[in-house]
T-cell receptor, first 111, second 115 residues
Framework: QKEVEQNSGPLSVPEGAIASLNCTYS??????FFWYRQYSGKSPELIMF????GDKEDGRFTAQLNKASQYVSLLIRDSQPSDSATYLC???????????FGAGTTVTVRA | GAGVSQSPRYKVAKRGQDVALRCDPI?????LFWYQQALGQGPEFLTY????????KSGLPSDRFFAERPEGSVSTLKIQRTQQEDSAVYLC?????????????FGPGTRLTVT
């Protein structure tokens, strides 16, 4: 079992809709959770981080963390064509410092 | 401010050649990481430095891979006798402090192609 699992997609949403991305992780003691956006041919760009259970909002992005269910999600509201990218979920397992990544979910926002 | 920079951006090497990839972290960042990203996959951890100390090299795939950060800033990842399976994007990331709650910021990567 991989440490971090994501649906690979592709996830296609119409412009203006909400895109919902999910991620599960295996290490129950994990403390830090990150979402990176990666455009084709570019490097990962940090867009959200969350450390506590609940929701964290930043502009059109909301990260949700449920440690009991070992689940972290990312919502993108009012999706724009510029949001079309691969979104990588990353987790720092307990007693660790390196990021463990999922394979990414590819999102396509159609105009 | 300046982000993480890497050079070269692209490198083509013949099988068996040695290559050196450079990373300049964000100024003052203590932690530096190297990751390898294969096509269609998330980055995979290679090695970690805290200042000049290499604290973890558990992700290095073979003894052909070597990394250093002698003065605690610039880091070099060296691959000896490159093989085709070494073809990937090599990403460097830095973080302000050691620990689990500090965000890592990535450089643009070096795309290595071994022919």
């Amino acid at each position: 079992q991989k440490e971090v699992e994501q649906n690979s997609g592709p996830l296609s949403v119409p412009e203006g809709a909400i895109a919902s991305l999910n991620c599960t992780y295996s290490d129950r003691g994990s403390q830090s959770f990150f979402w990176y956006r990666q455009y084709s041919g570019k490097s990962p760009e940090l867009i959200m981080f969350i450390y506590s259970n609940g929701d964290k909002e930043d502009g059109r992005f909301t990260a949700q963390l449920n440690k009991a269910s070992q689940y972290v999600s990312l919502l993108i509201r009012d999706s724009q064509p510029s949001d079309s990218a691969t979104y990588l979920c990353a987790v720092v397992p307990s007693n660790d410092y390196k990021l463990s990544f999922g394979a990414g979910t590819t999102v396509t926002v159609r105009a | 401010g300046a982000g993480v920079s890497q050079s070269p951006r692209y490198k083509v090497a013949k099988r068996g050649q040695d290559v050196a990839l450079r990373c300049d972290p964000i100024s003052g960042h203590v932690s530096l990481f190297w990751y390898q990203q294969a096509l269609g996959q998330g980055p995979e951890f290679l090695t970690y430095f805290q200042n000049e100390a290499q604290l973890d090299k558990s992700g290095l795939p073979s003894d052909r891979f070597f990394a250093e950060r002698p003065e605690g800033s610039v880091s070099t990842l060296k691959i000896q006798r490159t093989q085709q399976e070494d073809s990937a994007v090599y990403l460097c990331a830095s973080a302000a402090s050691p620990g689990t709650t500090y965000e890592q910021y990535f450089g643009p990567g070096t795309r290595l192609t071994v022919t």
